[in-house]
């Protein structure tokens, strides 16, 4: 049956551990049809999106297994196809096999046994019988996102709770719930029960949790996209990001492209009403940044969140945009 699946079974055990519906994905004939013959016949590939970011699940449907050089070699060749990341999913892994493919980096997945994912952001982590729970190496863009809201909206709390705050950002209770487990579980906070509500308290004030919580934290961003479109501004209720939200927030001059963040959603509502959007950059044009999460956290001003533009340029080797965000940082009132 379809729901039994290795593909559907992925799904399903992927969703679980990692909550709500972390993946989305199914078939697409017209995707599949780029892929060689020998990569039709060996697996059953889905597209879609883990947790917000693009991805190809390739589910081996051969007999006897393949090995793990071979599997390697078909994942840089449909990575080469696709452009994001290839997890490969197979009904069961000898701990010889499985090793043999970590030491080679090769992302997979064992449905209801293990998950290697470090370029997503997981780490195999098994637990026999109860069942495997990864742990997150950096968090989910809805644990990031949370966090963020409790640090531009909470300056005085010293106790949260983070369902409270879900709604606002389009998240469900479940998706809250494993946001409060991973937050646990990066010593961000110390768990307050209250009767069966689980809140979070602040552990030290909230520039240590920001300094604590920087590793576990990456860019916001996506992808980029470039367009000449000025209809893109009425269009889409984008704020500015990058250098643009930067020059607004800081002593940093107006950059000459002009930078904005949007959804995924609402940037496919843009291509749906003819908004032309290229992949690489445009002279002139205008660099529509497609986040992780919602960017419009803060209604009373035009920027993104000043922590999502920290995080968004932390890694720019520019000394004057370094120098910004040390401004900015700053200037945030903790």
């Not at 589910?59 to 449909?78: D, F, G, Y």
């Amino acid at each position: 049956m379809l729901e039994n699946s290795l593909p559907s079974q992925t799904v399903r055990y992927l969703n679980h551990v990692l909550g709500g519906e972390a993946l989305r994905a199914g078939a697409d004939k017209k995707k599949m049809a780029q892929f060689p013959y020998f990569l039709q016949d060996t697996y059953e590939v889905w597209f879609g999106e883990l947790l917000g970011q693009p991805v190809t699940l390739a589910c081996v449907k051969v007999s006897p297994p393949l090995a793990p050089e071979q599997i390697e070699q078909h994942t840089k060749r449909m990575r080469a196809l696709v452009h994001t990341p290839v997890i490969i999913a197979l009904p069961s892994l000898s701990p010889g096999e499985r090793k043999q493919l970590i030491a080679r980096g090769v992302a997979f997945v064992v449905p209801d046994r293990q998950l290697f994912a470090p370029q997503m952001g997981f780490i195999l982590s098994e637990r026999f019988g109860a069942g495997p729970r990864p742990k997150a190496i950096s968090a989910s863009p809805a644990t990031q996102a949370l966090l963020v809201w409790f640090l531009n909206h909470h300056p005085v709390t010293q106790t949260w709770h983070p369902s409270v705050d879900a709604t606002a950002l389009g998240y469900t209770e479940m998706t809250a719930s494993r946001a409060v487990q991973e937050l646990l579980q990066f010593g961000l906070f110390e768990l307050d029960l209250r009767g069966r509500a689980r809140h979070l308290k602040l552990i030290g004030d909230r520039r240590e949790l920001w300094e604590k919580a920087k590793p576990y934290l990456r860019t916001p961003v996506m992808r980029t996209l470039w367009t000449y479109d000025l209809r893109i501004f009425d269009m889409l209720d984008t704020r500015w990001a990058g250098e643009s939200a930067l020059a607004r927030l800081t002593m940093v001059n107006e950059p000459q492209q002009q930078v904005i963040a949007t959804t995924a959603d609402a940037a496919q509502s843009a291509k749906t009403a003819n908004v032309f959007f290229e992949p690489r950059e445009l002279a002139d044009g205008i660099a529509v940044q497609v986040w992780r999460y919602e960017p419009r956290m803060q209604d009373i001003t035009i920027n993104v969140d000043p922590l999502s533009l920290w995080l968004s340029l932390r890694d720019n080797r520019d000394d004057r945009i370094q120098m910004a965000l040390d401004e900015l940082e700053e200037k945030f009132p903790w």
